[in-house]
């Protein structure tokens, strides 16, 4: 959630992964659509122009601001639909599927990680993606944390900056399933 251009997307296709991948931002799906065609990335990546939020079938209407960068992403105006992850998810059954394995759920979305997690407590709540990176920016790191740890995620990493490992002015919390083990 907020492929960006692209880097975790073409990770996990060169790793042979099925990757479902969202992005709001109408350059940043155009240019993931090209080094997609360009570096010959397989059938198996599905990109959803769409925002994961807490609530679905709305309409999110935005405006780039960016004034340190002063490049073209600022001051550009585009509207996108929002879904919960939760819905997707029963979209497509996959709440229902014994075979479906979700090796990571990556969420960088610029302040709004703690929203996406929100309409995502079913999916989290049913573990159904057993590795999760979330880019935090903002408060809401410790909130969303609390959220996983309760779900069962164990954090792999060693928490500072208010339960959150800090890195580059940005909070970067690595969460993973730790499933019980039985003999």
């Known amino acids: 959630v907020g492929a960006n251009v692209g880097m975790y997307t073409f990770l ?25 065609r360009f570096n010959r990335i397989p059938w198996h990546v599905r990109i959803h122009r769409q925002c994961a939020s807490t609530v679905s079938d709305s309409t999110l209407n935005i405006e780039t601001v960016d004034e340190e960068r002063g490049d073209d992403a600022s001051g550009r105006k585009f509207s996108v639909s929002t879904v919960t992850l939760d819905e997707f998810a029963t979209q497509r059954n996959w709440f229902e ?15 709004f ?21 979330l880019d935090f920016f903002g408060t809401s790191c410790r909130e969303a944390a609390m959220m996983l740890l309760k779900a069962g995620y164990v954090s792999t990493m060693r928490p500072i900056a208010g339960g959150c490992y800090h890195v580059r002015n940005q909070n970067w919390l690595s969460i993973r399933f730790r499933p019980m083990i039985t003999f």
Not at 12 to 36: Q, T, Y
Not at 113 to 128: M, P, S, T, Y
């Open 97 to 111: 599927r014994k075979d479906l394995h979700i090796a990571l759920l990556k969420v960088d979305t610029g302040g």
């Open 113 to 133: 990680e703690l929203q996406v997690l929100q309409g995502a407590r079913k999916f989290i709540k049913r573990q159904l993606a057993k590795n999760l990176i």
């Open 12 to 36: 996990a296709a060169a790793w042979k992964h099925a990757v479902v991948a969202f992005e709001i931002d109408p350059i940043h799906v155009i240019r993931l659509c090209e080094s997609m």
